[in-house]
């Protein structure tokens, strides 16, 4: 069992942290959890409801005092120390996604890097949170500009990235001084268990960081309505997204929402070809296509169209699906059965539509949800898999006439998170700059995550920024304060 391949062994907990003390809540109820590239059980943990919620919230709120209270710096050597365990922890922990999540070693490595990224990035942040003073109207009044943390945050987070989109968001709220409490997806909880373990290890305080185990609803739901959180962050759906902003308005509570994409990826006819397919594989088959910024949508000038699919799809047939935890595996296993029913529906739906399938099309032989690498040409603008998110290794190929047109068509959707485009002409670049409705954009570029940049959506994408300067300040409240009495 590859679990006895971890070296520091209680990385792995069947727990979960919460009221300053491991816990299983009633143990009658618990959550079994499948890697999805064996389909074994791994292990449970357990599932929590609205009883250790609320208590959770109480915790958290009297960490606050504390912790906000504290200097920066102070609270800034602690994150800089959970960011160096993860890093020493590096191949535990990375097998431990690989085990959960299902995807290839390399990449959960290289998300592990990614995810302590933030927290290094933020423990630095926490120290340059200023305010200001302004010039006043007035000779006798002064005016200031303090920023306070928010308070308590609940931030609920997908099996997509198990770990770096926990410490995107609890790095910045921690640095800020909020305190937090967790809730991973069922599906992949161990990984935000690690960090809560290697957190204790750093001596974050019990109530700062906690991690709640369990089915979202009752959860996040008694975050949403708890007029002690003051703030949401949340990474999923679009349609999940909206309906955590419609339970918000009760108690106006401050959200984050990080939600699906459709992104296109352009690439004009005077592109450099070898470039746009590297990144176009790179774009679209991290983690297998389940990644929200991936690009879902090939569009593609006529001139260099026929070019690229069949560079594209000899590239593409280069990949190694299988067990992440093998040698040499690029394509994990997909998440669950759902998601491997939604990547036929929208095979089934292109071909119906006139797509011609130019490689893959259906499940590979080495178990049920494993996904062969699928492109697809001539796909028509009505089709499923340009109109949403795919989220599976699926690449349908749309060809375009005039920038004009590609534009038009990038822009047609309601999402707007990631988008890219291939061009070597400066004056394209602008363009697309100028016009694209997505909060990021790659040019000639297809892996454009990072911690020093801000990280968000437009449109249905929802709002907020993650990473980078900007994501610091959606934890932190203005204040404004009027000194009077200088004559
Ligand atoms: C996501 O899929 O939401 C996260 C991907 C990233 O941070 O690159």
Known sequence: MSLQLLQKKDLFRQEA?????????????????????????????????????????????????????????ERSILIRTWSDLMKKNREDLALLMTLEQGKPLIESRAEIDYSASFLEWFAEEGKRVYGDIIPSHRRDTKIEVIKEPVGVCGILTPWNFPSSMITRKAGAALSAGCTVIGKPSELTPFSALALAALALEAGIPEGVFQVLTGYPEEIANTLIDSSEVKKISFTGSTRVGKLIMERSAKTLKRLSLELGGNAPFLVFDDADLEAAVKGAILSKFRNAGQTCVCANRFLVQKGIYNDFVSLFSESALKLKVGNGLEKDITIGPLISEVAVQKVEGHIRDAIDKGGKLQLGGKRSELGKLFFSPTVIS?????????NEEVFGPV?????????????????????????????????????????????????????????QAPFGGLKESGFGREGSKYGIQEYLNVKYVCVGGFQ
Request: proline letters at 5%; aromatic letters at 8%.
């Open 17 to 73: 942290f919460w009221g300053g003390a491991w816990g299983k809540g009633n143990p009658d109820l618990k959550i079994e959890v499948v890697n999805p590239a064996t389909l074994d059980i791994i292990g449970t943990v357990p599932s929590l409801g609205r009883k250790e919620t609320l208590e959770a919230v109480q915790t958290s709120l009297l960490a606050f005092q504390d912790w906000s209270a504290r200097p920066a710096k």
């Open 395 to 451: 690449a349908p190929i749309y060809r375009f006439e005039s920038m004009e047109d590609g534009l038009r068509i990038a822009n047609a959707t309601p999402s707007g998170l990631a988008s890219y485009a291939y061009t070597q002409d400066y004056r394209k670049m602008r363009i697309v700059a100028e016009n694209i409705q997505a909060g990021m954009l790659g040019i000639n570029e297809g892996l454009i995550s990072t911690e």
């Open 378 to 386: 001539e796909i028509s603008e009505d089709s499923l898999s340009m």
